[in-house]
């Protein structure tokens, strides 16, 4: 089959693209490079991949490239280009957010009302439920975003819906919890800390540290949105959890323990827009697309950890 991903170069994109190379697919690649975090690492990223003959880049905005003639030879689209970051999505920076995740959102729809697609599966988030009165969250549960990000995400995923309704795209919204793992991006929570730890610097938490938050492993995540190709109902939403919610404070001494190193914390004022809690009803994914999260939180950091020694902290 071919496929087209769109944020390919970014930490998501680029695990399901080694994935679907290492399983014959054909592979149009869209990202644009956005400066949320260094070139370097997203061309780090896909380095293996650039010269396979099945996986075409195209280093550009969706909104400033024609995207029908791009759609009419691709069978599946997975939509994962974004701006991400909850705490950076305040004052004149919302612009980005819009443009990034709505508006190419919807020009992505766009272009894909002609095509014959078997399905178009979009990157959504935790971040859509917002302060969730009720735990843990079911795909039901209340939509009341807390950060501009989660506004845009929830905004992607209506439209998503709505282009399904009216113009029959076989869209599918998959809300992902906190994904972790090698390649992580550099303004997460375990990344940072991690990164701390090797450099013998102390860790900043944010807030109290008793907040928490469902972890899902990057695999598990890969796995689920490979699944949802040919089981997951179209307009419907899934989440996407790890099964494994933990306080923020309870994973340092796994991070410790896993490091053989000790560490110190500085607790910092809680960011605008960080929710307290997150926690993944999966019961859903569980029934449509046979998912279980397969990786445990301290296998999975096992892995993070045995990454970032090998990249270059200098440069992030
Ligand atoms: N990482 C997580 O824990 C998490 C959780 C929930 C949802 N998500 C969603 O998953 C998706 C992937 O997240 P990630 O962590 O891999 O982020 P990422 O920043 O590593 O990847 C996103 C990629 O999209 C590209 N991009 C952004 N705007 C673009 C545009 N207009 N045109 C082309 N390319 C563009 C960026 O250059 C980047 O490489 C995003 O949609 C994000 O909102 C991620």
């Not at 496929?3 to 990202?31: E, M, P």
């Not at 914390?265 to 009803?281: L, M, S």
């Not at 569980?286 to 445990?296: E, S």
Request: hydrophobic share 35%; charged share 25%; net charge neutral.
């Amino acid at each position: 089959m071919n496929y087209l991903v769109t944020g390919a170069a970014g930490f998501i994109g680029s695990h399901l693209c080694k994935k679907l190379i290492r399983d014959g697919a054909h592979i149009v690649a869209l990202d644009a490079f956005t400066d949320f975090y260094s070139r370097s690492i997203k061309e780090n990223n896909i380095q293996s991949l650039v010269n396979h003959p099945h996986f075409e880049l195209i280093p550009a905005d969706i909104l400033e490239i024609e995207l029908n003639e791009i759609m009419d030879k691709v069978d599946v689209v997975f939509h994962f280009a974004a701006q991400p970051g909850v705490r950076t999505s305040w004052g004149t920076d919302f612009s980005i957010y819009t443009k990034n995740n709505i508006d190419a959102t919807q020009k992505l729809l766009e272009a894909a009302k002609t095509s014959k697609l078997k399905k178009f599966i979009y990157a959504s988030s935790s971040s859509v439920y917002g302060l969730s009165p009720k735990l843990p969250m079911t795909e039901t549960s209340t939509l009341h975003p807390y950060s501009p990000y989660g506004v845009t995400k929830l905004a992607a995923e209506n439209l998503c819906f709505l282009y399904y309704k009216n113009y029959g795209i076989p869209c599918v919204s998959l809300r992902f919890f906190t994904v972790y793992g090698p390649g992580q991006r550099p303004d997460m929570a375990f990344h940072k800390f991690f990164k701390s730890i090797l450099l013998g610097e102390e860790i900043t938490v944010f807030g109290d540290g008793q907040q928490t938050r469902d972890f899902t492993f990057i695999d598990d995540i890969i796995w689920a949105n490979l699944s949802s190709i040919e089981n997951g109902r179209a307009g419907e939403n899934y989440n996407l959890g790890g099964g494994t919610r933990k306080k923020l404070a309870d994973i340092i001494p796994v991070l410790e323990e896993i490091c053989q190193r000790k560490t110190k914390i500085r607790y910092v004022a809680g960011q605008k827009g960080d929710v307290r809690h997150t926690f993944a009803e999966i019961q859903k994914a569980k029934d449509d697309l046979k998912y279980t999260p397969k990786i445990a939180l301290e296998e999975g950091l096992r892995s993070e950890w045995d990454w970032i020694q090998t990249i270059n902290t200098e440069k992030i």
